[in-house]
């Protein structure tokens, strides 16, 4: 089956910039969806196919995604950026990464 | 605002059965593919199933192959998640999702998320 790789954990200073990858066998041949899960939340949906962003979602969440690894970048991080953040792609059924923790300092 | 309300966790034994809800508002349900997806205890997500608008299409992860069984009800825009033979390791919190894109079943992004119910099975 396939799988999806992300770092434990990942800390940023407060506005700068996080960046979170996402690893998997020639993932960019794949579109890769992001979700951000605040303690006790549901996951919310921040990029969709690779680049895109949902109605709501702040331009300081942007994707990208080629070779072997799709990545998810905060920009001027923000103390309400800190959650969980998984990647996801469909393959013979959907699956999603490992989750990283991301802290703002 | 478009909604996603789950129902039905609770505590049930090894072996047990349980039926989970999702009742959805403010959106054509019919037209979107419906997702379960579920969380154990401090861990990651896991995909459980998809079902098409119609609900003549269902995926099911190997996990729940052939225990599980996902089913709607377009008239009253409800989703369903059947769970027999329950083990230890199915606790968890369960999402219903929604595809973002109409009329997609798989390869898509999941856009709403109910708040999730959660499923304990223990004896």
């Known amino acids: 089956s396939y799988v999806l790789t992300q770092p434990l954990s990942v800390s940023v200073a407060l506005g700068q910039t996080a960046r979170i990858t996402c690893g998997g066998n020639?993932?960019?041949?794949?579109?890769v969806h992001w979700y951000q899960q605040r303690p006790g939340r549901a996951p919310v949906l921040v990029i969709y196919r690779d680049t895109n962003r949902p109605s709501g979602i702040p331009e300081r969440f942007s994707g990208s995604n080629s070779g072997n690894t799709a990545t998810l970048t905060i920009s001027r991080a923000q103390a309400g950026d800190e959650a969980d953040y998984f990647c996801q792609v469909w393959d013979s059924s959907a699956v999603f990464g490992t989750g990283t923790k991301v802290t703002v300092l | 605002e478009v909604q996603l309300v789950e129902s039905g966790g609770g505590l049930v034994q090894p072996g047990g059965s349980l039926r989970l809800s999702c009742a959805a508002s403010?959106?054509?349900?019919?037209?979107?593919?419906m997702n379960w997806v579920r969380q154990a205890p401090g861990k990651g997500l896991e995909w459980v199933s998809v079902i098409s608008g119609s609900g003549e299409s269902t995926l099911y992860a190997d996990s729940v192959k052939g225990r599980f069984t996902t089913s709607r009800d377009n008239s009253k825009s409800t989703l369903y998640l059947q769970m027999n033979s329950l083990r230890a390791e199915d606790t968890a919190i369960y999402y219903c999702?929604?595809?973002?894109?109409?009329?997609?079943?798989?390869?898509?992004?999941?856009?709403?998320w109910g708040q999730g119910t959660m499923v304990t099975v223990s004896s």
């Open positions: 999702a929604k595809n973002l894109l109409p009329a997609s079943v798989s390869h898509d992004s999941f856009d709403i």
């Open positions: 020639n993932i960019g041949s794949k579109n």
């Open positions: 403010e959106f054509i349900f019919s037209r979107y593919g």
